[in-house]
């Protein structure tokens, strides 16, 4: 935030304190050998490599059709699941997911069911005889080794995937991204958010459950109430859940609730823990069947977990919030079945994850008719092939029979699972040869041969080039040190920015960048950060805001996505909080507001069409003296106190005594309520340039802001501890910190 740069050693205050801390849990061991647990753990993480995979695939195809990308070459009634890529890249996760279960519990030769397997699936594993199936679904197959497992956890995993795609993506009403672009990005948001939701959910839960395999502790996962101590990792899993279900809501709200950004009526979570988003009454959402015409939420209930009751989903569509809650509902009943499939040796499979469907019960005389079932997809089994590429078909939608009364739902569920398989020996996932009993299917299924390559209709299409405007904190100044007393710590602050180890771009490979988790989607993605720069701020100094955006505009060739970081030193290097008492106080709303549109203006007028602005939010900068006096009461060589002393380090913030009238405690929270608002008004000029309503926007770029409310998580809600700042000034992230950055950033990343 300030180039700090120290020009002489204050006196130093020097803290020596020792003590010892212990903290033991004891648990029973798992009476599993070593090699279970190994199997285990890998089937756990497989899986959710594979939805995450898989989801992702699935979500960038529909969202490329919801969008209009590829044109005529991507109509919306395309089928993602014989898309080229879509299908290859999940084709390509089964075949992971197969193989990493093979290589851990198939024995020394690590091929499954050949006669040297070390480990029985229901002795040594605690699976059931057959696959526990989803839904009344194709998943039925016998577990006899571990490879009818992996077939199994694709089967499910695959088919609760689809299902919760399905809900997002399957019934809406088509839209004109540009004649409509409110209900297009509502739509996209939906799908992007909800999906997001799904992988997220599904990686905290498996690495709550890894560490029970470790032996961390002994409770259900998640389970909000379970000892902090013992239980940690489960109460953790609960309260991340949480946060994430909170923020998908508050995003769907956002995109879908017109002018105000907020649902009319209240959103009902289904986890503990998440306080219902209550309703605007303002009457301005779009109505949920311009958006869907999903009458009614599937007829699943998420089965009951530690700190929860079992929850029906069924329920008619009347407002935003019913849809909202749907995708919601639908989303946790398919993970939280998956995930319990996955662990057998540690949870019970629910009932409520394969409901037993009634029996046609015939009425006497010769015209009985059968009464239907009360689920919306037809029973189907899979039929095992040998060859290496099976034919893909589409699970059939449900099959109404001429006497049959309709189901509860008013617009059935829609399951799509066609993962190609990649070996010889594998089962196809349902849905690969479906049998219908009783009448056949209404809706014509895809089917081509084993020879037909699927013609490529479309792909997810990342940003060429990521660019940041921002300040010291983008320039990760003194990231890595961890000492200010004695002249060997002060070299390293003296060294200055460490652009290695950036939130941004960093490549040292101590911070895992925004830019390191986009080469992973494309290694040809590049990235320039020259335009920030330390000391910057979003309105004042030679580098503001404005500057930067002139200076990216010059930058060949041109990114497509932008990020900006600044607002830390709009702060820091102001005199005062109150203009009574300092001729340079906080900036006034106005003052923020010409800032931030001087620097927009030039970006929506310049970037290429379809380019990206994300805005991070103000960091918390009344955190970090409390975080920086919590840091020095640890080593001996660090003295906070000391360096801010020599005032170069945002002495508004970290100044103990009277600073121009004021005390550090009128200060900070003058401080705090100012960087509330100024996150506040980033949010909504972003949504004025979003939306166009300034009139400044005609080109449509896409400008998000990450911070929505004091309550969803984003840079500018980010509290940092001791740990996140430098052991130098006090002050800057440190490598930690620098990660935080990094995953904050793109958890809210409109554009991946």
């Not at 009403?173 to 297009?184: C, F, Q, R, T, Y």
């Not at 052991?727 to 990094?742: R, T």
């Given at each position: 935030m300030t180039d700090g740069l120290l020009r002489h050693r204050g006196s130093v205050r020097a803290v020596l304190l020792s003590g010892l801390l212990a903290l033991a849990v004891v648990l029973a061991p798992n009476t599993a050998s070593a090699d279970a647990i190994d199997c285990q753990r890998t089937i756990a993480k497989g899986v959710t490599k594979f939805v995450k995979a898989r989801a992702k695939a699935l979500q960038r195809c529909e969202d490329a059709k919801v969008r209009g990308r590829g044109d005529l070459l991507f109509p919306p009634d395309a089928d993602c699941l014989i898309d080229f890529k879509t299908s290859t890249a999940i084709a390509k996760a089964a075949s992971k997911l197969r193989s990493s279960i093979a290589k851990r519990c198939a024995g020394d030769d690590r091929i499954c069911g050949t006669g040297d397997d070390d480990l029985d699936m229901q002795l040594d594993l605690g699976y059931p005889a057959t696959c526990a199936n989803l839904d009344n679904g194709a998943c039925?197959?016998?577990?006899?080794?571990?490879?009818?497992?992996?077939?199994?956890?694709?089967?499910?995993?695959?088919?609760?995937?689809?299902?919760?795609?399905?809900?997002?993506?399957?019934?809406?009403?088509?839209?004109?991204?540009?004649?409509?672009?409110?209900?297009?990005?509502?739509?996209?948001?939906?799908?992007?958010?909800?999906?997001?939701?799904?992988?997220?959910?599904?990686?905290?839960?498996?690495?709550?459950?890894?560490?029970?395999?470790?032996?961390?502790?002994a409770a259900a996962c998640p389970d909000l109430f379970a000892d902090t101590v013992t239980a940690k990792a489960a109460v953790q899993a609960a309260r991340n859940i949480a946060k994430a279900e909170a923020k998908k809501i508050s995003k769907i709200c956002k995109a879908c609730g017109g002018e105000d950004n907020r649902c009319d009526d209240v959103v009902d979570p289904v986890n503990p823990g998440v306080t219902p988003l209550g309703g605007s009454g303002a009457g301005d959402d779009i109505p949920p069947v311009t958006i869907s015409s999903l009458g009614a939420c599937p007829d699943v209930t998420v089965p009951a977990g530690a700190s929860r009751p079992a929850v029906p989903c069924a329920r008619p569509i009347g407002t935003l919030a019913d849809l909202v809650f749907c995708v919601d509902c639908v989303t946790e009943f398919d993970v939280d079945c998956l995930d319990a499939a996955r662990v057998p040796g540690l949870t019970t499979y629910p009932a409520e994850c394969n409901p037993v469907a009634p029996t046609a019960t015939p009425t006497s005389g010769p015209l009985a008719t059968p009464t239907p079932t009360s689920?919306?997809?037809?029973?189907?089994?899979?039929?095992?092939?040998?060859?290496?590429?099976?034919?893909?078909?589409?699970?059939?939608?449900?099959?109404?029979?001429?006497?049959?009364?309709?189901?509860?739902?008013?617009?059935?569920?829609?399951?799509?699972?066609?993962?190609?398989?990649?070996?010889?020996?594998?089962?196809?996932?349902?849905?690969?040869?479906?049998?219908?009993?009783?009448?056949?299917?209404?809706?014509?299924?895809?089917?081509?041969?084993?020879?037909?390559?699927?013609?490529?209709?479309?792909?997810?299409?990342?940003?060429?080039?990521?660019?940041?405007?921002?300040?010291?904190?983008?320039?990760?100044?003194?990231?890595?040190?961890?000492?200010?007393?004695?002249?060997?710590?002060?070299?390293?602050?003296?060294?200055g920015d460490q652009p290695e180890h950036s939130w941004f771009d960093g490549?040292?490979?101590?911070?895992?960048?925004?830019?390191?988790?986009?080469?992973?989607?494309?290694?040809?993605?590049?990235?320039?950060?020259?335009?920030?720069?330390?000391?910057?701020?979003?309105?004042?100094?030679?580098?503001?805001?404005?500057?930067?955006?002139?200076?990216?505009?010059?930058?060949?060739?041109?990114?497509?996505?932008?990020?900006?970081?600044?607002?830390?030193?709009?702060?820091?290097?102001?005199?005062?909080?109150?203009?009574?008492?300092?001729?340079?106080?906080?900036?006034?709303?106005?003052?923020?507001?010409?800032?931030?549109?001087?620097?927009?203006?030039?970006?929506?007028?310049?970037?290429?069409?379809?380019?990206?602005?994300?805005?991070?939010?103000?960091?918390?900068?009344?955190?970090?003296?409390?975080?920086?006096?919590?840091?020095?009461?640890?080593?001996?060589?660090?003295?906070?106190?000391?360096?801010?002393?020599?005032?170069?380090?945002?002495?508004?913030?970290?100044?103990?005594?009277?600073?121009?009238?004021?005390?550090?405690?009128?200060?900070?929270?003058?401080?705090?309520?100012?960087?509330?608002?100024?996150?506040?008004?980033?949010?909504?000029?972003?949504?004025?340039?979003?939306?166009?309503?300034?009139?400044?926007?005609?080109?449509?770029?896409?400008?998000?802001?990450?911070?929505?409310?004091?309550?969803?998580?984003?840079?500018?809600?980010?509290?940092?501890?001791?740990?996140?700042?430098?052991?130098?000034?006090?002050?800057?992230?440190?490598?930690?910190?620098?990660?935080?950055?990094?995953?904050v950033a793109w958890a809210g990343n409109p554009d991946r």
């Open positions: 039925t197959d016998p577990l006899d080794d571990c490879g009818a497992v992996g077939d199994c956890l694709d089967c499910i995993a695959g088919s609760g995937v689809d299902q919760s795609i399905a809900v997002y993506y399957a019934d809406l009403v088509p839209s004109n991204p540009v004649s409509e672009s409110a209900l297009n990005k509502c739509q996209r948001a939906i799908g992007k958010e909800t999906t997001k939701y799904l992988i997220s959910k599904e990686k905290i839960l498996s690495k709550c459950w890894d560490a029970r395999y470790k032996g961390k502790h689920t919306a997809t037809p029973t189907v089994t899979a039929t095992q092939t040998s060859t290496a590429t099976p034919t893909l078909t589409a699970v059939p939608t449900t099959t109404p029979t001429a006497t049959a009364t309709p189901v509860p739902t008013a617009t059935p569920t829609v399951t799509v699972t066609a993962t190609p398989t990649v070996t010889a020996t594998l089962t196809p996932p349902p849905g690969a040869t479906a049998t219908v009993t009783a009448t056949p299917t209404v809706t014509p299924t895809a089917t081509p041969t084993a020879t037909l390559t699927p013609t490529p209709v479309g792909t997810f299409v990342p940003p060429l080039k990521i660019s940041a405007a921002g300040d010291s904190i983008t320039q990760a100044f003194a990231a890595d040190c961890t000492c200010n007393v004695g002249i060997g710590c002060l070299v390293c602050l003296l060294g490549n040292s490979g101590a911070v895992f960048s925004v830019h390191d988790r986009y080469l992973q989607i494309d290694p040809a993605i590049t990235s320039d950060k020259s335009a920030s720069a330390d000391g910057s701020e979003m309105r004042g100094s030679s580098n503001n805001f404005a500057t930067q955006a002139g200076s990216i505009m010059t930058q060949v060739p041109l990114p497509d996505h932008v990020e900006i970081e600044l607002g830390g030193n709009d702060i820091c290097n102001r005199g005062c909080t109150n203009p009574a008492n300092c001729g340079d106080p906080l900036y006034t709303d106005t003052q923020w507001e010409d800032a931030i549109r001087a620097g927009m203006d030039i970006l929506v007028a310049g970037l290429p069409l379809g380019s990206t602005v994300y805005i991070a939010g103000v960091p918390r900068v009344h955190d970090l003296r409390p975080a920086g006096l919590a840091k020095q009461t640890g080593p001996s060589d660090i003295d906070c106190d000391a360096i801010w002393g020599l005032g170069s380090v945002c002495s508004i913030a970290t100044d103990g005594g009277i600073l121009n009238g004021e005390d550090i405690t009128t200060r900070l929270i003058a401080i705090a309520a100012r960087q509330v608002r100024y996150n506040e008004i980033i949010r909504d000029e972003a949504i004025a340039y979003n939306t166009n309503s300034n009139g400044k926007n005609p080109r449509g770029i896409e400008v998000v802001s990450d911070y929505v409310d004091e309550f969803t998580p984003s840079a500018g809600t980010t509290p940092f501890g001791k740990d996140d700042i430098d052991g130098g000034d006090c002050f800057h992230p440190s490598i930690q910190g620098q990660n935080l950055v990094a995953t």
